[in-house]
């Protein structure tokens, strides 16, 4: 049976002392409003309650992913590199929506106390870095795969350079064609395999 709240139930209203009358009342309000599939009217208010506040949330992260988003998208069109940004004294790059991706989660775990749900801000913004990573890398490597199969490379072979339709501005040499364009380069024989280069800069 279900109970009526946290400290109620039905059967300490039984043993209340209460009216037959009233307790059988409140065994059918309950059964048709608190149960699991009851549809009383009351269980259909809170169906959608449950449904408003779903919507909210899901406007809410949309909102924070479409802000992330933004803020990734800028810091990738105004450096030279794009999202992957040199390490100094080294040739290696530091994604920094991986980096984002990281943080967020972090971030969101310690704040998760904090008001106005500022630790699930965090972590949304987490996800979006780590979205935006996961297509980034993932395209990159699939047209890599394709420009390196159209020209006819074969096992064995290598080839350097970041293809047309890149997302990546960073060749993971420390070099790169352009600013705020797709970098495109030339794939040569006897050079470093850019899957290779792509995984050593994650």
Same mark, same amino acid.
């Given at each position: 049976m ?16 209460a ?20 549809t ?23 909102g ?10 800028g ?6 590199? /794009?999202?992957?940004?040199?390490i ?9 929506? /991986? ?64 293809a ?39």
């Amino acid at each position: 049976m279900a109970d009526l709240t946290p400290t109620l139930t039905i059967h300490a209203a039984e043993k209340s002392g209460a009216p037959t009358a009233a307790i059988r009342t409140i065994k059918q309000w309950a059964e048709s409003n608190l149960v699991p599939g009851s549809t009383g009217y009351g269980a259909s208010i809170a169906k959608v309650k449950l449904h408003g506040v779903a919507f909210a949330q899901g406007v809410r992260a949309s909102g924070e992913g479409a802000v992330f988003g933004a803020i990734l998208g800028g810091v990738h069109g105004a450096l030279p590199q /794009g999202l992957d940004i040199p390490i100094p004294g080294t040739k290696s790059h530091m994604p920094a929506d /991986g980096l984002g991706a990281l943080l967020g989660i972090v971030a969101g775990t310690f704040a998760a106390a904090e008001p106005y749900g500022i630790g699930q801000t965090l972590s949304n913004g987490g996800a979006s870095c780590a979205t935006v990573f996961s297509f980034r890398k993932m395209n990159d490597l699939m047209v890599n795969l394709k420009a390196r199969k159209a020209a006819g490379f074969r096992p064995g072979e290598v080839s350097v350079g970041v293809a047309p339709g890149t997302i990546s501005k960073a060749t993971f040499t420390g070099e790169s064609e352009g600013t705020g364009r797709r970098a495109v380069g030339t794939f040569a024989k006897g050079s470093e395999d850019p899957v290779v280069a792509a995984a050593r800069g994650v």
